[in-house]
Structures are given as C-alpha cells and as structure tokens.
C-alpha cells in the first residue's frame, strides 16, 4: 500500500510500505476512508522526537473494515468504524476503571495517514455506524479518533462541570475540541486564549465566551481580571509545553484542577504552589474508547459539529504539503483522502 513515511526532521513522504495484515486473532484491518495529521505528528516533525527513518506516521483515521482475525466477533468486513489512536481490550482492570489507554493489551495506530490501518484488539476498541455514514458527517466523525476525546478528556479531567469558568489554554485543534467539550458539560463562562483570529472565530462558534489574546504574565493578568482576582474553577492545558503549563498553573484557582493533555514536553511542575493553592494536576492520554460512544452520539445527532476543526483538506498523497501547513500556522488541522 501507500502510506506517509517520515525520514528525518521534516521529511515526510506518501510513498510504498508493506501491507498490514492481521498478526493477531484479535486484529483487524481498516480501509481507511479519512485521515488527518495531528498536532503531535509535529513533534517528530519538527525534530523534538527521535525519529525511525522511514517508518509510517498517523494514528487518526476512520475507515471500512477490510478484514478480521479470527477471534474477533463484532464486526465484519464492509463495518464502518471510527479508530481510536490508542486500542484496548475494554475488559482489562484497567479499561474496567476508565483508563483505556494504559490496557494492559494497548496499542496504536501507526498508519492512520495510508491506505490500510492495522487495529489490535478490534473488538474493544472500534465502534461502527449504521451502515456508511453521510460524507457530510465524514469531518465530525474523524475527530472522534483522537481530537475531540483528548479535548473532552481535558475537561472531564479539570473537573468542569455546570456553572463557573474554564479556561482552556492552546488554540489548536485540540485546545478548540476543549473550549467546546467545557461548553457541553455546562461551564457558564469559557476563556479560550488564542491570538489567531480564524481560530477565535472557531473557538466562539464551539461556545467561547470571551477570547484572551494576551500571552504569559499579561495573559494571566486577564484571566485574574475576567474572574474578579479568584481565578479558573477549571483549567485546560492543551498544549504540553513548560510556558503553557506555567500559565495553566497561574490562573488556576485555589481548589481548581488542572486537566493537562498536550503531550508534555519540557515541562517542570510548579509542585510549591500546587502545594500552596491546592492546585491539582489531572489527565493524560485520553482514554478515546471511553468517550466514544457518547461523543458518538452527540455528532450523530448533530448536537455538536467538531468536524469545523478541519480547514484544510488535501488528497493522502499530498500529505507532506499538509505537514508544512500546520508546521507553519497556514492550516490547524488538516483532513487527508484517500
Ligand atoms: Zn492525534
Ligand atoms: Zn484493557
């Protein structure tokens, strides 16, 4: 098949691999019908992670069931499926309590942006649609596969819920996924803080409330202002960097939890004022397999349109074209088809 490949710091390529094919029983293979690229395919890509040079990339997709082992009882070829970047069991004591990520069966998409997808443990981790869903409906259900649970994961994890401020920090499509998980669980006021105006704009239609443009201390300034000195009651880190962190950990409330997502990179804990505020930290990989379901439904039913995340959608092999837009800020997400 063909697939995107990296090489070396910011060298993508849609090019030949081998095939997928079910190594286990409890393995299936995915035609994959979209793709994306995702913010933290730009780590590798921009050199902050090694890299296996010419191995594949992507963990984003959903497709049509092609094939399955034999132990897999639930689904069958021609099934639509979303695929959840992480694969569980759904059974382990671990899945039981919520933390499907870390199965003790977990694995991972690894060629999300090709033609084919291997998905371990199908059974506990796709879910299908009634039958093929409306192309329409094709960007909203994409975000299920990673961007929208981790967004939703960063709420559920800070706790948000009816009444109070959140404040979500980092305006990628992630961060955007986590103004509009904070808005569905009910915080009255949602902060996104964003200096990029079509984002704002997406942040707004996903119920932002007020939008902070300023960064570090003056950023931190404004949110002590928007809450009358207390602080978030809930606080979203969607980015993973240490400057991110020390801004989430600035406006947090006393009392307040810091639900952190974006893959940390470089960061150091402020451990004396979490100590001092009783400020605490939640999260992590996002357990997708938990939210699906519900966040399946919420799309289906047209309560919520995350697939807005997406401008910019490309044929796959035009994939290291999509890596230089979002490399770049030309692009927040970008949607790949076969
Ligand atoms: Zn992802
Ligand atoms: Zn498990």
Same mark, same amino acid.
């Given at each position: 098949?063909?697939?995107?490949?990296?090489?070396?710091?910011?060298?993508?390529?849609?090019?030949?691999?081998?095939?997928?094919?079910?190594?286990?029983?409890?393995?299936?293979?995915?035609?994959?019908?979209?793709?994306?690229?995702?913010?933290?395919?730009?780590?590798?890509?921009?050199?902050?992670?090694?890299?296996?040079?010419?191995?594949?990339?992507?963990?984003?997709?959903?497709?049509?069931?092609?094939?399955?082992?034999?132990?897999?009882?639930?689904?069958?070829?021609?099934?639509?499926?979303?695929?959840?970047?992480?694969?569980?069991?759904?059974?382990?004591?671990?899945?039981?309590?919520?933390?499907?990520?870390?199965?003790?069966?977990?694995?991972?998409?690894?060629?999300?942006?090709?033609?084919?997808?291997?998905?371990?443990?199908?059974?506990?981790?796709?879910?299908?649609?009634?039958?093929?869903?409306?192309?329409?409906?094709?960007?909203?259900?994409?975000?299920?596969?990673?961007?929208?649970?981790?967004?939703?994961?960063?709420?559920?994890?800070?706790?948000?819920?009816?009444?109070?401020? =959140? $404040?979500?920090?980092?305006?990628?499509? #992630? @961060?955007?996924? &986590? *103004?509009?998980?904070?808005?569905? /669980?009910?915080?009255? +006021?949602?902060?996104?803080?964003?200096?990029?105006?079509?984002?704002?704009?997406?942040?707004?239609?996903?119920?932002?409330?007020?939008?902070?443009?300023?960064?570090?201390?003056?950023?931190?300034?404004?949110?002590?202002?928007?809450?009358?000195?207390?602080?978030?009651?809930?606080?979203?880190?969607?980015?993973?960097?240490?400057?991110?962190?020390?801004?989430?950990? =600035? $406006?947090?409330?006393?009392?307040?939890? #810091? @639900?952190?997502? &974006? *893959?940390?990179?470089?960061?150091? /804990?402020?451990?004396? +004022?979490?100590?001092?505020?009783?400020?605490?930290?939640?999260?992590?990989?996002?357990?997708?397999?938990?939210?699906?379901?519900?966040?399946?439904?919420?799309?289906?039913?047209?309560?919520?349109?995350?697939?807005?995340?997406?401008?910019?959608?490309?044929?796959?092999?035009?994939?290291?074209?999509?890596?230089?837009?979002?490399?770049?800020?030309?692009?927040?997400?970008?949607?790949?088809?076969?």
């Amino acid at each position: 098949m063909r697939a995107t490949t990296i090489h070396a710091p910011g060298d993508v390529r849609f090019e030949e691999v081998a095939d997928p094919r079910i190594e286990e029983p409890t393995d299936a293979i995915v035609k994959v019908v979209a793709g994306c690229i995702c913010g933290s395919d730009l780590w590798p890509y921009r050199g902050h992670n090694d890299i296996e040079a010419g191995s594949t990339i992507g963990h984003e997709c959903v497709g049509v069931v092609e094939e399955v082992g034999s132990d897999v009882k639930d689904f069958r070829p021609g099934d639509f499926v979303i695929v959840p970047f992480c694969h569980s069991d759904s059974t382990c004591a671990h899945c039981r309590a919520g933390v499907q990520s870390a199965c003790v069966h977990a694995g991972f998409t690894e060629s999300g942006q090709g033609e084919y997808a291997r998905v371990t443990q199908a059974d506990g981790s796709l879910v299908k649609t009634d039958g093929m869903p409306d192309d329409a409906l094709l960007p909203s259900l994409l975000t299920l596969s990673d961007v929208l649970p981790t967004g939703w994961h960063a709420a559920v994890a800070a706790g948000v819920k009816p009444g109070g401020t =959140a $404040v979500v920090i980092g305006d990628g499509a #992630v @961060g955007l996924c &986590g *103004v509009l998980a904070a808005a569905q /669980l009910g915080a009255e +006021r949602v902060v996104a803080m964003s200096r990029h105006e079509p984002r704002q704009a997406i942040a707004r239609a996903f119920g932002a409330t007020d939008i902070v443009a300023e960064r570090g201390k003056e950023g931190g300034a404004r949110i002590a202002e928007l809450t009358q000195g207390i602080g978030a009651d809930a606080v979203l880190e969607c980015v993973g960097t240490d400057e991110s962190m020390k801004t989430a950990f =600035a $406006v947090a409330r006393p009392g307040a939890t #810091v @639900g952190f997502v &974006g *893959v940390p990179h470089g960061v150091e /804990l402020p451990v004396r +004022r979490m100590f001092q505020k009783n400020v605490g930290l939640a999260g992590g990989m996002a357990p997708v397999r938990r939210y699906l379901p519900d966040l399946l439904e919420r799309v289906l039913s047209g309560s919520i349109d995350p697939g807005k995340v997406f401008d910019l959608t490309l044929p796959m092999a035009e994939s290291p074209e999509g890596y230089r837009a979002m490399d770049e800020r030309r692009a927040i997400k970008v949607l790949l088809q076969p």
